[in-house]
């Protein structure tokens, strides 16, 4: 590990070695176990993707049809996590849905021995997280039960299914698998990083899990597809987002979706979920005009900055295009990135190490202590 003078954050510091990931990699911006994001996005399915995190490599034809009807029987609920779920109030944001229905679940189906349940536990999770966050959005929205076992078989057109009580069209099915790929794996990105730590301390699954949840849903970090939507909504058009863009940046503020520790000078994903607004938005005039507007933030921040989107700020309109609710962009991003966490996991735990960094203490020296009587009022 190297121990750099200016790391606040860990920026730029090298906390272990990974065979996952490269990001930001002279050349070749994004690979999955050497595989180029751009050629994931277009020829994989996210099932595909999702084998090659958690089992190394590609599947073969059969293999990935076995791995699908594996996940497909995988969807069900147990009792007690719909309990759960139903005593969840309405108004919890949907990543706290998704951190107590993966915490519930794991004390229901334990993970006791992880080297033979690790597998089992990770494809449980990436398979039943659509159906808890449906469940109890469905639930406190209507009062409605749902069924949350369907036989599609992908996973992006189960979630639309569960979603919107009806088949997706095979386009929305394929703009969700690819936006399932983008966001299935990034290295040592804030979340996936507590993953390892809470794994490294020989805990289970869950708890990695769970804790790397939380770390998703800050708007430095997930959170910032949901805050970008929100933002691109203030606005009426193109030209009244550059006024109000260029209003915040004279106060400073920080524009969510924009920026990366790792990436200079573009995010490699976003090109590809880029098309997929362009697309969505179509000749529609409300769609179009969010889709201007977001244009138009981006060249903004470009001329101002020189700052560029990230995965986040595209994902923002080709999720709202889907007719999706803003408030559950970042647990679609849990789902897809169960994948990638859970190779973190497996890695971590075939070589570990506890990861317990030193701090440089800043506080005051040692000095005298005076009993509770003797400090003053
Ligand atoms: C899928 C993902 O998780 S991608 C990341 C999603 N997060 C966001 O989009 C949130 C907005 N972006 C950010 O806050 C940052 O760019 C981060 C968190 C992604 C990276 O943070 P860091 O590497 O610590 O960079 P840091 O925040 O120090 O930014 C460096 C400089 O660029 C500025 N900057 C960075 N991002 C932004 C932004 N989105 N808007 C405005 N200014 C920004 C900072 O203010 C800072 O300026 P200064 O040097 O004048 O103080
Ligand atoms: O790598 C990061 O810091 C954040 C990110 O883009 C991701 O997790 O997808």
């Given amino acids: 590990m190297s121990n750099n003078e200016n790391s606040a954050g860990l920026a730029g510091v090298t906390a272990g070695k990974t065979a996952?990931?490269?990001?930001?990699?002279k050349g070749v911006g994004l690979t999955y176990r050497g595989y180029l994001i751009e050629d994931l996005a277009a020829k994989a399915e996210f099932e595909e993707v999702a084998y090659l995190m958690l089992y190394g490599e590609l599947p073969t034809q059969s293999q990935l049809d076995a791995y699908?009807?594996?996940?497909i029987g995988m969807r069900g609920l147990p009792d007690a996590v719909k309990k759960a779920l139903e005593l969840t109030p309405g108004d919890a944001h949907p990543m706290d849905v998704m951190r107590?229905?993966?915490?519930?679940l794991g004390t229901v189906e334990q993970e006791n021995d992880p080297e033979a349940q690790q597998h089992d536990v990770a494809d449980r999770l990436l398979a039943s997280f659509p159906s808890m966050l449906l469940y109890?959005?469905?639930?406190?929205?209507?009062?409605?039960?749902?069924?949350v076992e369907t036989d599609d078989d992908k996973i992006g057109g189960h979630f639309l299914h569960l979603l919107h009580g009806e088949k997706p069209s095979a386009d929305a099915t394929k703009a969700m698998s690819t936006s399932l790929i983008l966001y299935a794996e990034h290295e040592f990105n804030a979340s996936t990083f507590t993953a390892r730590v809470v794994t490294a301390t020989l805990s289970d699954f869950y708890s990695a899990v769970t804790a790397a949840i939380g770390a998703l849903r800050g708007p430095l970090h997930g959170g910032a597809n949901e805050k970008a939507m929100e933002l691109i909504q203030t606005f009426e058009d193109a030209d009244a987002a550059e006024k109000g863009l260029k209003e915040m940046m004279a106060r400073k503020e920080k524009i969510m979706g924009f920026g990366h520790r790792v990436y200079k000078t573009h995010d490699p994903r976003n090109p590809i979920i880029k098309e997929w607004s362009k697309h969505f938005a179509g000749d529609d005039a409300y769609k179009r005009n969010l889709y201007e507007i977001s244009e138009r933030i981006e060249q903004v921040m470009w001329d101002e900055k020189k700052l560029f989107p990230n995965a986040d700020f595209y994902h923002a309109t080709a999720y709202h295009f889907l007719g999706i609710p803003t408030h559950l962009f970042t647990p679609i991003f849990v789902i897809s990135r169960l994948t990638g966490w859970g190779a973190h996991?497996?890695?971590?735990r075939a070589d570990n190490r506890l990861i317990r960094p030193n701090a440089e203490y800043v506080g005051p020296e040692i000095r005298d202590f005076r009993p509770i009587d003797q400090r003053g009022s």
């Fill in 20 to 25: 996952v990931c490269t990001v930001g990699k």
């Fill in 68 to 71: 699908k009807q594996r996940l």
């Fill in 100 to 104: 107590t229905g993966a915490s519930v």
């Fill in 136 to 147: 109890w959005y469905h639930f406190t929205d209507s009062g409605k039960r749902i069924d």
């Fill in 345 to 348: 996991i497996f890695e971590q």
